[in-house]
Every structure is written in C-alpha cells, then in structure tokens.
C-alpha cells in the first residue's frame, strides 16, 4: 500500500464529455504527477504539480489540465474527450520536487473508457 | 531528452528458473533509474531504485539491478522465479534536470510456466 488513492476506479463516458478524475496523495507529498497508460504500452507523463502550481508537462494538448489542492488531493480534468482518451490514469506523489526524496509513489489508477 | 527501452516485449521462464530483464536508456547526465512492477488492472509497485552510489541495487521480492553507465543498461534480475513474479515490469528513467518526470519504457510481460 503505498497511501495513495484514486477515484473512481472505473468510469464510461461518451466522446465529446467531460471528465474529472482524483487523487489523494500520500500525506506530506508537495508533488503529484499524472500519467497515461493506453493498453499495452508503458505510462506516459502528462504533467506535474509542486505546490499547486504546474510544474512539467508531457506532450498532451491543453484540453488536458489538473489542480492541485493544499489538503494533498489532485484532480486531472480532461474535456472533449476522445476515443485515444480511453485508458489508466495514474497519479503519482513525491516528497518535495526540488529535494533528494525523489521516489514516486502511485496509485492504483482510474481506468476510463469512451465510447 | 529521455527515452526507455526494453527489447523483449514478453519472456517466458519456467518457475525456478533465473530471469533478466534488459533496460536500455538515453539521457545525458546521470539519470535516477527505477524498475516498476504492474499486475493486470493494478498500479505500479516500485522494485528498486538507483540514484548514485552502488551500481549493484537490491530490491524488494528478491530482485536485484545493475547500472552500467558504458552500456546505459540496468537490467533487472531475479535468481529463481516464483508463479506470483508473472506481471508487467517497466523500468523508468527520472531526472531533476527534467522536472523530475519519469519516462517509461514499453514494458516487458514476463509469463511463468509452472
């Protein structure tokens, strides 16, 4: 168990939705990555937040965004969704981005499908 | 920039047997290393790491690492493979210079014959 947690763990949505999944990083983590996984292929950054502030992004288009809240729970918001968005997202928390505790730690994932 | 990869996309090994994995990596400064381990529908768990220092890691499960900078390998071992070792490994290369991103290889299914 690593203290991380993700919500919900599954979720259908149509093509052109919206979308808001959620992480509740390990207590004391300033930093929360997020990451997608298609099937079949390694997880790919989308971005990172220190201290609620984006801090890294992968290459994913604007549609694309997070926030992070002081209480150490993140949200990754995708709107217009479509079908290549179907797939394990994960998030990720670590001690302070700038220091030498640079382990990540992940949660168990929230797996989206669009129709 | 950062790239992974990992040449076998799946092994087959009996129980009991050794197995090694192959991790080739790309980045220009001395990158943080990591191997991940994924059961079907989970997160990742991470093995091992490796920051500085030793360039013989070991890792929870019994796995162990070696980082050779002349070859931008670290590939992962285990002497002798158990049935529950049958998952989706993925090793990752990190950096702060990056941002502290992790890039993933493609990963490597290893299935365990009984």
């Known amino acids: 168990e690593t203290g991380v947690t993700q919500s919900p763990t599954h979720l259908i949505k149509t093509r052109g939705q919206q979308v808001t999944l959620r992480c509740s990083s390990q207590s004391g983590h300033n930093t929360v990555s997020w990451y997608q996984q298609a099937l079949g292929q390694g997880p790919q950054f989308i971005f990172q937040?220190?201290?609620?502030?984006?801090?890294g992004r992968g290459n994913f288009p604007p549609r694309f965004s997070g926030l992070q809240f002081p209480n150490y729970s993140s949200e990754l918001n995708v709107n217009a969704l479509e079908l290549d968005d179907s797939a394990l997202y994960l998030c990720?928390?670590?001690?302070?981005?700038?220091?030498?505790?640079?382990?990540?730690?992940f949660g168990p994932g929230t797996r989206l499908t669009v129709t | 920039a950062q790239s992974v990869t990992q040449p076998d996309i799946h092994i087959t090994v009996s129980e009991g047997a050794s197995l090694e994995l192959r991790c080739n990596y790309s980045?220009?400064?001395?990158?943080?290393l990591f191997w991940y381990v994924q059961s079907p529908g989970q997160g990742l768990q991470l093995l091992l790491k490796y920051f500085s220092g030793d360039t013989l890691v070991q890792g929870i499960k019994g796995f162990e690492a070696e980082f050779k900078r002349s070859q931008s390998s670290f590939n992962l071992r285990k002497p002798s493979v158990h049935w529950s070792d049958a998952a989706e490994y993925f090793c990752?290369?990190?950096?702060?210079?990056?941002?502290?991103?992790?890039?993933f290889g493609g990963g490597t299914r290893v299935l365990v014959k009984p």
């Open positions: 980045y220009g400064a001395t990158p943080y």
């Open positions: 990752a290369v990190g950096a702060r210079a990056a941002g502290n991103k992790l890039t």
């Open positions: 937040y220190y201290r609620e502030e984006e801090n």
């Open positions: 990720a928390s670590s001690g302070d981005a700038a220091g030498l505790n640079y382990e990540q730690y």
